[in-house]
């Protein structure tokens, strides 16, 4: 389980493309510290698991093709950026929301309005999903814990916005991705959750 809080903008050292799967290095000091072979670290919202570590900065992880069919991570080569977020420890304060790393589709940045102190960020909604986000509801996008502040669009062709404040837009992704870009999404899981009880009644 992770928080969405990102804790650091890592890079992509390297991708080996195998039969079914991608084999991804990954440079991030922070995360890397106390990484070992078996733990969770979500790369762009994707829960992957350490394969190893390589060195004091970096580790691996294998993708499997159906991730890389289902996300934004098939897009990545070396030199991509990331976001970069340890799983959550039980004795910490949780920051963000409950995410869990398994995207539910992705988006594509539509629009970037920027003003003096944030910058409003237009994404599209899938269908799929569309039905699990409310205005001022948690969204994770390329696993950034955010609120949604606006919902548009037209069934089908739905939309959603995210006001960024300088600190994310410094330290995440999200900085850089202008429109066309495309980002992972995953919604709250407690509304998955509800929507299941309802219809089991």
């Known amino acids: 389980m992770f928080t969405g809080i990102v804790e650091e903008l890592g890079e992509i ?4 493309d195998l039969a079914d799967a991608a084999r991804f290095t990954v440079r991030g000091p922070v995360v890397t510290t106390d990484a070992k072979h078996g733990d969770s670290i979500a790369v762009n919202g994707v829960c992957l698991t350490v394969v190893d570590v390589v060195d004091t ?4 992880a294998d993708v499997m093709q159906e991730t890389l069919n289902r996300s934004s991570l098939e897009d990545l080569t070396a030199g991509s950026r990331v976001n970069l977020e340890r799983a959550a420890a039980v004795n910490s304060r949780l920051g963000g929301h409950i995410v869990q790393g398994h995207v539910d589709g992705t988006g594509s940045v539509l629009s970037r309005t920027p003003s003096e102190n944030w910058t409003v960020v237009r994404i599209s909604l899938p269908a799929s999903i569309a039905r699990y986000v409310v205005e001022k509801g948690s969204i994770t996008v390329d696993g950034v814990s955010l ?3 606006a919902l548009g669009g037209e069934p089908g062709d739905e939309w959603f916005e995210i006001s960024l404040i300088p600190t994310t837009l410094s330290l995440t992704t999200l ?5 066309g870009t495309t980002v992972n999404l995953e919604v709250d899981v407690i509304a ?4 299941r009880l309802q219809n089991a009644r």
Not at 13 to 16: D, F, I, P, S
Not at 57 to 60: A, G, L, Q, R
């Open 13 to 16: 050292v390297a991708r080996e």
């Open 57 to 60: 900065d970096s580790f691996t």
């Open 147 to 149: 609120t949604v502040s």
């Open 175 to 179: 900085g850089g991705a202008e429109a």
């Open 192 to 195: 998955k959750y509800v929507e």
